[in-house]
Each structure stands twice: as C-alpha cells, then as structure tokens.
C-alpha cells in the first residue's frame, strides 16, 4: 500500500491529523469516510478537495466511503456559516441525495476488496427518537466541551439555534454508528470539520470504548483573495446543466500562475514526478499556460467526458486561438451564447436580412448598431482581408450573403484579430 499521509501531504492537502493516525494506516486496509451535504442537486468544485481525498486513499489501497446526509442535511451545519441556513423538505433532499450519490459514482472504484460504498445518514437516524438520541449520545458529550468548539464560538454573539448547536452531536454520532457497524476508523474533511469529526472521535472513546482518528484538509484561498470555485455568476457545479463543460474548461484555464500550481497537486490524478516535471517546464514558459492547460484538460474530461472536453476546447479557440467554420457550427446554442458572451449583439429582423444584398450592406446596416460605422469603412477593411464571418475570410466587398445562420438565428462577424460582433437574425 502507499503512504496516504505522505501522498497528501506532497500535494499540500493535510491541514490536521491526530497522532497515530499513520500506525493505523500502515497497519491494515482501513476503512474511511467524508461527508457530503446535500444542500444542492450538484457538488460543486469546492467539494472536489475532499472528492480527491477520497479518490487519494482508495489509490493507496484503503477503503473510500461517502456519506451522503439525508439526517444532517435537514438540521443544518453552522461550521463555516454565518447565518443558519434554510432547511430542505424530504422530497427536495430526496432528489439532491440521488444526484450528489450519481456524481460521487463518476469518481470512485465501487468495485474490488476496496471498493467505495456511499452511505446515507437517514438510514440509522429515521428509527432513533429524541429521547434515547440524548440519553445514548448526549450523556456522554458536556455543554462545556460544545461551546468550546469555533462553530460555536463564532456564532454565540449573532446567535444560533438549538437544532445548530446540536449538529456537532449527529455528526459525531455518524462517525460512531459508522465506527461499530463499517469498521470505519477515520474520517477525513475540511479544516472547518475539525471540531465535528473530533466529536465523533471523543464519542468512540467513551461510548464505544475505541479509537478514531481525524485528518483534515485546508480550505483553498486563491491568490487574488476571492474564494476559491466562485465567478460573478456563482459555483462552478459539476452537473453540467448548471455550468457547461465550456465555462467548467475557463475556470482551469483561467486560473493565476500563483494558484495553479497548487491546484495541479491537489486536483491531478498524475504522479509526483509528472507534475514536478510540469511545473518545471510551466515556470520556464509562463505563456504557453502548459499548467493550466494540462489540468483544465483533465479535470474537465474527468468531470464531464472526453466528448465533452472536445466541445470545450474548440468552443475556446473560436475567440481565444484558430477554429473552423466547422467547429462554430458544432457547439450548441447553449454553449455558443456562452462563448459569445459579452461581445456586442447585432439584432436584425429576418424581413430586413432577406432585403440585404450584400456582406458590406450587412456589416454597415443596421437599425440598432453596426460592425462598421459606414459602407467606406466596411470596404476597405473587407479588401485589406481583415474581415469574417462564420470563421470564413470575405473576399470582396459586394459578396453575397451565403452564410448558413448558427442555430438557424445567428452570424458571428470579426473584424481584425480581436473584435467579434454577434448578428442575430430575429424571426418576428
């Protein structure tokens, strides 16, 4: 077996540990578990920190298992928060839990001696009442040992709820069910879990009379200060339906010097001796992004398919390198909107555009905006070859219009390198 500390520690994700968590790793095949809230119908990036950890260990020989909280999600975990969070109704939290259990299974080995399993914490919890939760569980932790705790903490000035202050306990409850009855001995999660998951260790020793251990991550700051899987238009989810392969490509892509090469450690799947050689070659060509460009290329046909990726890279070259006629009219609407997002729209009607004679007329034309300011300009721009649409060069000024529309609606006009215009035809 590898060693899992020692892998996550050369790729800078151990942030905590307890003492003697290697001896029991070095010992046996061990069993260990992160929870996932099912707050959303899609992880998020964010989560793909502990998606990794998970993915790590079940690669060092152990055994990986999700737990997917059916129970916690309807109390509401304050680590981290601020405000006490809305809690879902059943059906809603019944349909997260299917969607979050699909996308764990896209990363995770569910088969083998070490096969990953996803657990739901509803499972154990549906048949205990209130009465025998606090006299079997709460007994055993004290009022003073909770409050000591920084979710707590933190909140005691704006205040919190009961249900809140109580999740420590049903969190440390999880990791002891799981201890007794799935031999589980650690639990693994992000910094901000550490007062929880040691709640569960603290409940082993003195319920169950046994041993737990805790390893933590750090929680990802970007360079720039902004928070690590947020845009201006929010997450960055893993259900493409949410964020498109294309926009999911761009973050990678987008990433800083100063961030990507602790990305690559923490979100590759390739060796030590791969991504050094990586950042090796990165720092001697900046501009060429090979960092960025490797992991967004990974990461992306991980997450959504190699398919996929294809789409992402050629949607990508259409403003930022070479592209085809060909490669425009494979993207979708959806993804075609994305890519042209920001760049001047151009409507017009489909009666004025069957009326124009020419490519000039079009370019120059236009009731609410145009790609040139007059026919001269357009002329002599087209003749000097700087001008096209659809990927396709205009050769003379008075071409006729040709053009198959994208999407049945649309034309993408360029004039020189860096200037992109976005004629839409409207059927009205």
């Known amino acids: 077996m590898k060693d899992f500390v020692a892998e996550l520690t050369w790729r800078g994700m151990i942030h905590d540990k307890m003492p003697h968590v290697e001896d029991q790793l070095n010992k046996e095949i061990t069993n260990a578990y992160i929870g996932f809230d099912p707050t959303a119908d899609s992880l998020h990036i964010g989560n793909l920190v502990q998606i990794m950890t998970l993915v790590h260990l079940q690669k060092c020989g152990h055994k990986p298992f999700a737990l997917v909280g059916g129970a916690t999600g309807m109390v509401g975990d304050p680590s981290g928060k601020s405000t006490e969070r809305n809690l879902l109704d059943e059906t809603t939290l019944n349909h997260n839990l299917k969607c979050v259990s699909a996308q764990l299974e896209k990363f995770l080995d569910f088969s083998g001696t070490n096969g990953a399993e996803v657990v739901n914490n509803y499972d154990w919890f549906k048949d205990i009442n209130f009465l025998e939760f606090i006299r079997d569980v709460g007994k055993h932790i004290s009022i003073n040992y909770m409050l000591a705790k920084d979710s707590v903490k933190n909140r005691l000035e704006t205040g919190m709820s009961f249900t809140e202050f109580c999740y420590q306990l049903v969190q440390g409850y999880d990791f002891y069910w799981l201890w007794k009855n799935k031999n589980i001995k650690i639990q693994l999660g992000g910094s901000d879990q550490w007062g929880n998951i040691v709640t569960g260790t603290e409940l082993i020793r003195?319920?169950?009379?046994?041993?737990?251990?805790?390893?933590?991550?750090?929680?990802?700051?970007?360079?720039?200060?902004?928070?690590?899987?947020?845009?201006?238009?929010?997450?960055?989810?893993?259900?493409?339906?949410?964020?498109?392969?294309?926009?999911?490509?761009?973050?990678?892509?987008?990433?800083?010097?100063?961030?990507?090469?602790?990305?690559?450690?923490?979100?590759?799947?390739?060796?030590?001796?791969?991504?050094?050689?990586?950042?090796?070659?990165?720092?001697?060509?900046?501009?060429?992004?090979?960092?960025?460009?490797?992991?967004?290329?990974?990461?992306?046909?991980?997450?959504?398919?190699?398919?996929?990726?294809?789409?992402?890279?050629?949607?990508?070259?259409?403003?930022?390198?070479?592209?085809?006629?060909?490669?425009?009219?494979?993207?979708?609407?959806?993804?075609?909107?994305?890519?042209?997002?920001?760049?001047?729209?151009?409507?017009?009607?489909?009666?004025?555009?069957?009326?124009?004679?020419?490519?000039?007329?079009?370019?120059?034309?236009?009731?609410?905006?145009?790609?040139?300011?007059?026919k001269g300009e357009a002329r002599r721009m087209i003749q000097g070859g700087g001008v096209s649409i659809n990927k396709q060069k205009i050769e003379g000024p008075d071409d006729e219009i040709t053009f198959e529309l994208l999407q049945n609606k649309y034309l993408l006009a360029q004039k020189g390198k860096k200037n992109y215009y976005l004629i839409v035809i409207q059927n009205n």
């Open 206 to 374: 003195r319920k169950g009379q046994g041993e737990a251990f805790a390893i933590t991550t750090p929680l990802i700051t970007k360079a720039d200060g902004t928070k690590f899987g947020k845009t201006e238009g929010g997450n960055i989810w893993l259900d493409p339906q949410k964020t498109s392969p294309y926009k999911f490509y761009q973050y990678w892509i987008n990433s800083s010097d100063e961030d990507i090469e602790n990305y690559i450690k923490i979100f590759s799947l390739k060796s030590r001796e791969e991504i050094s050689q990586l950042i090796e070659e990165h720092r001697e060509n900046k501009h060429l992004r090979l960092l960025q460009n490797t992991l967004a290329a990974e990461i992306t046909e991980r997450v959504h398919s190699k398919a996929d990726l294809a789409i992402a890279v050629k949607a990508s070259a259409i403003l930022f390198g070479k592209s085809t006629t060909e490669d425009l009219s494979a993207l979708d609407e959806h993804t075609l909107l994305q890519v042209m997002e920001g760049i001047p729209l151009i409507n017009i009607s489909l009666a004025a555009y069957k009326k124009i004679q020419s490519v000039t007329d079009l370019l120059s034309e236009s009731t609410n905006g145009s790609v040139f300011g007059s």
